[in-house]
């Protein structure tokens, strides 16, 4: 029991290590010894063990938070559809920011947990953990199925639910990275009702011509 017991703390120590580095100075910037280090794991191949490899670590800091983000997102959709208000985008504005922004108040993580995502979505090709692209058990997923109706075609072919995502997350990242760890009620009611505007913005006449013109949107992110 002991000798498991203390394989669980170096796991676990090795996750909060990279949580913190990985927000700290991106996840392709910190070596896989440094967070050994940081972790003060004894065994230099203690990720390869625990993880196999640096992706097997993201996962794993990933892991951490997103069954809490889920449930508070998947609650906020039951409600959304038991109350009726198939026609209102800000109620599945707030399903999409609310399960993120209590991440502010979690003291173990969950402020790094939000500058890691900010990260993923924000690379030149933008990463979506989880299985929110293709598994409708998958809150995100089905946080995008009920906005699609809601949207003008064009909306949706320019992939403004994918933009309403990263503009969340970035901004969540950006308030805890300015020290501001906590879901004040105006900052979340605001970027709420940013997120609405977001996705209820009409494409515009010149963005049409573009469209009809110009390069196709770009594809949509990987998982």
Known sequence: MARNGAKADVRERLVAAAETLFAGAGVDAVSLREINAAAGAGNASAIQYY??????????????????VESRRHALLD????DGRSGDLRPLAAALVRPLAAELDDPDGGPG???ILADLVNRPRPVLPGASTDDP???TYRWRMLVE?????????????FVAIRFTMTELA???????????PFFVSHLIDLVVA??????????????????????????
């Open 51 to 68: 993880f196999g490899d640096r992706a097997g670590l993201l996962r794993a800091v990933l892991a951490k938070h997103h069954p809490t």
């Open 174 to 184: 950006r308030r805890s990275r300015d020290g501001h760890t906590s879901e004040t």
């Open 113 to 115: 947990y939000l500058q």
């Open 137 to 139: 058990a998958d809150s």
């Open 149 to 161: 109706p809601l949207l003008a075609p064009d909306a949706v072919r320019l992939h403004r639910r």
């Open 79 to 82: 409600q959304y559809e038991a």
């Open 198 to 223: 977001l996705l209820a913005a009409p494409v515009s006449d010149e963005t049409h011509r573009q469209i009809r013109n110009g390069p196709k949107p770009a594809r949509r992110p990987r998982r």
